[in-house]
């Protein structure tokens, strides 16, 4: 009897946008939104809030711990939290991921403003730096590559974790896996795994690029050294 190949390419082929909502095509656009979504969202929140946790140290501890709290939840007991309110969308997988962003963002926030040295605070109030003016083109430039740093590491989190609302019915590729599973039929799991892994190195591969971008006086500095 013939063995089964690991790979059926031709699957691969008839699969990956055939119209219907199990497409590989349609499940990567899926996992896209619910994977990117959070993190902007996070990036919204975690902004203004660390920035108000780095102006009043006493709001940051409450504010770690809650989001700390909700970090050490398991994905899949707040996915079916969201459930009963939410309902099979996006959205219960959304909202969850939002707040492990937060968790890993709104410290990121205040410990790249924390990270600004004195003297360079200082010099911008001597140049007659308002505090506005002072916060967009001294203090959040240079807190640009801790931020990115902890953008980098929740990425990657939420394009991973996407995955576990499968279990839900709303998953992004992380149905691949379930469908290879029940089937015992491995192309779909090595597809959704693969995926999943090139999304998370292009994703980090494009925040590494922003960060220099964002900094290129970094990047002179280490040429002059």
């Known amino acids: 009897m013939k063995s089964e190949p690991l790979i059926r390419w031709d ?39 660390g920035l108000a946790c780095a102006r009043w140290p006493r709001l940051y501890q ?23 309110v939410t309902g099979l969308t996006p959205a219960t997988v959304i909202i969850p991921l939002t707040f492990f962003t937060l968790a890993v963002l709104i410290p990121a926030v205040v410990d790249g403003l924390a990270s600004v040295p004195d003297h360079v605070r200082q010099s911008a109030v001597a140049m007659g730096f308002r505090p506005l003016r002072r916060l967009l083109q001294v203090e959040l430039p240079v807190a640009v590559p801790v931020v990115l740093a902890g953008t980098r590491v929740a990425t990657v989190s939420s394009i991973s974790l996407v995955s576990v ?22 192309t779909p799991i090595i597809v959704g795994i693969a995926l999943i892994v090139l999304l998370a190195v292009l994703a980090d591969g494009l925040l590494v690029l922003a960060q220099r971008l964002l900094t290129p006086w970094s990047r002179a500095w280490r040429d002059a050294r």
């Open 11 to 49: 699957w691969i082929t008839r699969n990956w946008d055939n119209g219907s909502p199990s497409a590989i095509s349609t499940l990567l656009e899926s996992h896209l939104l619910m994977a990117f979504v959070p993190v902007l969202l996070g990036l919204l929140v975690a902004l203004p809030l």
């Open 62 to 84: 409450p504010t770690a711990g809650l989001v700390n709290v909700m970090y050490a939840l398991p994905s899949l007991v707040l996915f079916s939290i969201f459930l009963s």
């Open 165 to 186: 609302g499968a279990l839900i019915g709303q998953g992004g590729l992380g149905e691949l896996f379930m469908d290879g599973w029940q089937r015992q039929f491995y």
